[in-house]
């Protein structure tokens, strides 16, 4: 399976991008797709999970973007996107599209299905 994310960058506080999500290849039949978020000085695996959808269009958000980002996808067309508006600082870090499951309401990205990630920083 391969994901590649585009459309990350540098914005100003208040400013939007919208981040995109491209996969092909078999996903192992995972349900959910998710953004996750590795900050500034941390290392993937303390990365967040920012917002991540279910298979039935199911939409799960981290309280700090909830009202800002919004996630989609398109199984038609193999595409997941991120909406985020109203950019902070602390919204600043790498973006990486996975894949995974829900396991007791929290999503897991399941090994090795993430892409190479997307450069998100916003200025203060």
């Known amino acids: 399976v391969r994901l590649v994310e585009s459309g990350g960058g540098l914005v100003p506080a208040g400013g939007e991008l919208r981040l995109s999500c491209t996969y092909s290849?078999?996903?192992?039949?995972?349900?959910?797709m998710a953004w996750l978020r590795q900050g500034p000085g941390k290392q993937f695996g303390q990365s967040e999970t920012?917002?991540?959808?279910?298979?039935?269009?199911?939409?799960d958000y981290v309280d700090s973007v909830k009202g800002r980002f919004t996630i989609s996808r398109d199984n038609s067309k193999n595409t997941m996107s991120l909406q985020m508006n109203n950019l902070r600082p602390e919204d600043s870090g790498v973006y990486y599209c996975?894949?995974?499951?829900?396991?007791?309401?929290?999503?897991?990205?399941?090994?090795?299905?993430w892409g190479q990630g997307t450069q998100v920083t916003v200025s203060s």
């Open positions: 920012v917002a991540s959808i279910a298979d039935d269009g199911t939409e």
């Open positions: 290849g078999d996903i192992g039949g995972y349900n959910a």
């Open positions: 996975s894949t995974g499951d829900y396991y007791e309401n929290t999503y897991f990205p399941a090994a090795g299905y």
